[in-house]
């Protein structure tokens, strides 16, 4: 991506095809929304709250080029189903079914990715040399979903952590042209359900955290990652929130909640299944059907887990 208000700058990825450690040239590019057009990588940036494990003897400082260092990042960018999988695919491994895919954090065969698919990632800029920047092995640890009807646009917002970061390199030699076209989710185009039942929705947001541990085994760098606990939270406005929403916080009773773009089997499928308990919904006394928030936490069930279904 680059025009007169991004300055110069390029947005690039490219699929290592060898090893999390082996960069690659930019393939594609990235959309990037504005507010987060112009930021830096910046390895010392903590937004997931990452743990690294050092397993080294004594304490050491996590700073970049005092020996072990953080790179993460944080991409602000609209939401696709391509894009969806391109950062999936990097953490978990799908299930494929036809031309769908499945992802299930929980599965035995899911847990352990492709390692040919994590990213590098690039930032290009244009107006100098040698001053771009480089994740290696990035893989995503929070995806962040957010939409109104306000805004229409489905905003995807993922923490990655990486192998490697470098802030001196030319990128001249990748690709950063944006892909002809993908099915960019919008807010009039969701289906949202309280389980069965499909409801109107004003403006919901809610992340994924993988839980993402890097593991360092007295190496400058992550020698290997791995899932940690999965945890899910965000809230849901709909036009109204009723008493049943209330006794079910209070009864702390299970619900599934589904977000859903498309029809299963054709293009343009994402489909988000989260088992949840309300937290804590609020409520005026004698107003329950105001137009309210509804804050919701992950709480897995033996019949329904964490789901992601797509089809690009």
Request: hydrophobic share 40%; glycine share 8%.
């Amino acid at each position: 991506m680059a025009d007169i208000n991004t300055l110069g700058i390029q947005w690039g990825y490219g699929i290592q095809s060898t090893n999390f450690s082996t960069a690659v040239a930019a393939t594609a590019g990235l959309r990037v929304r504005d507010e987060g057009g112009l930021s830096n990588f910046d390895p010392g940036m903590t937004p997931a709250e990452a743990k690294i494990q050092a397993a080294k003897w004594g304490a050491r400082d996590f700073e970049r080029r005092a020996g072990i260092y953080r790179p993460t990042w944080s991409l602000p960018g609209l939401c696709s189903p391509g894009l969806m999988k391109l950062f999936l695919d990097a953490t978990l491994k799908p299930t494929v079914a036809g031309s769908g895919f499945t992802y299930d954090p929980f599965s035995d065969t899911t847990c352990s990715p492709d390692g040919t698919k994590h990213l590098t990632l690039w930032r290009r800029n244009t107006k100098a040399t040698a001053k771009d920047e480089k994740l290696t092995g990035a893989v995503s640890k929070v995806l962040k979903i957010s939409s109104s009807q306000e805004q229409q646009n489905v905003n995807l917002d993922v923490d990655f952590l990486a192998y490697d970061f470098d802030d001196a390199q030319t990128g001249s030699a990748g690709v950063y042209t944006l892909p002809a076209a993908d099915d960019w989710l919008l807010h009039s185009g969701a289906t949202f359900k309280i389980g069965a039942g499909a409801i109107a929705v004003v403006d919901f947001d809610f992340s994924i955290d993988f839980g993402i541990v890097a593991h360092l085994d007295n190496a400058a760098n992550p020698r290997a990652f791995t899932l940690g606990e999965i945890k899910v939270e965000g809230s849901v406005k709909t036009p109204w929130i009723d008493d049943d929403v209330l006794a079910d916080f209070e009864g702390q009773t299970s619900n599934t909640l589904t977000f859903l773009w498309g029809t299963a089997a054709s293009s343009g499928y994402l489909e988000i299944i989260v088992p949840v308990k309300y937290n804590r919904p609020t409520s005026e006394k004698g107003d329950e059907r105001m137009d309210q928030s509804i804050p919701f936490v992950y709480s897995a069930t033996s019949s329904q887990q964490l789901q992601i279904k797509l089809q690009v």
